[in-house]
T-cell receptor
Framework: DSGVTQTPKHLITATGQRVTLRCSPR?????VYWYQQSLDQGLQFLIH???????AKGNILERFSAQQFPDLHSELNLSSLELGDSALYFC?????????????FGPGTRLTVL | AQKITQTQPGMFVQEKEAVTLDCTYD???????LFWYKQPSSGEMIFLIYQGSYDQQNATEGRYSLNFQKARKSANLVISASQLGDSAMYFC??????????????FGTGTRLLVSP
């Protein structure tokens, strides 16, 4: 158990809908990263938040947005869903130190768009 | 251009044997970090080992070691004495730039390892 929690574990929805994925980082970790794992794109970095502020964006679609709240949990919002958005969405957290290297991944949310 | 290349889609090994999973990377940044993660069929991503670009020695963590050849830009994972529980997908990943605490990881396509009795 990495200490990172993600809810829900599974999500099935229809095209055109909007969903929210939730992530709670490890206690004390200020950084939250979101990744998407799909069959055709592999594992891709989406976005990074540090202590409530967006720090870096990767291949995140405009239909997707994220935020990190004062209690450090993060939400990834996916809207106008398409079949191709079906994927495993991971959240990872890491502490803010200059010597620590590991990102701790949550168990993921498996999104199926029908 | 691919930043991380894992050329072995699948590998087979017998229990108790050693296996090497290949990873090559591409970066012009002198400071970077290399990671290996394991993803069992259950889906979670498990951190295995880390190698910094300035580390003088190859990283080791229990049965895992990283064969770091900087000039060749390779960071192969060696698993000694394979166990049935090692059957999983293995991903090589890279962080470009120094470890400032902000680190986007770029992943390879993975290698599926199957350990047979």
């Amino acid at each position: 158990d990495s200490g990172v929690t993600q809810t829900p574990k599974h999500l099935i929805t229809a095209t055109g809908q909007r969903v929210t994925l939730r992530c709670s980082p490890r206690s004390g970790d200020l950084s939250v990263y979101w990744y998407q794992q799909s069959l055709d794109q592999g594992l891709q970095f989406l976005i990074h938040y540090y202590n409530g502020e967006e720090r870096a964006k990767g291949n995140i679609l405009e239909r997707f947005s994220a935020q990190q709240f004062p209690d450090l949990h993060s939400e990834l919002n996916l809207s106008s869903l398409e079949l191709g958005d079906s994927a495993l969405y991971f959240c990872a957290s890491s502490p803010r130190t200059d010597t620590y290297n590991e990102q701790f991944f949550g168990p993921g949310t498996r999104l199926t768009v029908l | 251009a691919q930043k991380i290349t894992q050329t072995q889609p699948g590998m087979f090994v017998q229990e108790k044997e050693a296996v090497t999973l290949d990873c090559t990377y591409d970066t012009s940044d002198p400071s970077y970090g290399l990671f290996w993660y394991k993803q069992p069929s259950s889906g979670e991503m498990i951190f295995l080992i880390y190698q910094g670009s300035y580390d003088q020695q190859n990283a080791t963590e229990g049965r895992y070691s990283l064969n770091f050849q900087k000039a060749r830009k390779s960071a192969n994972l060696v698993i000694s004495a394979s166990q049935l529980g090692d059957s999983a997908m293995y991903f090589c990943a890279m962080r470009e730039g120094p470890n400032t605490g902000f680190q986007k990881l770029v992943f390879g396509t993975g290698t599926r390892l199957l350990v047979s009795p």
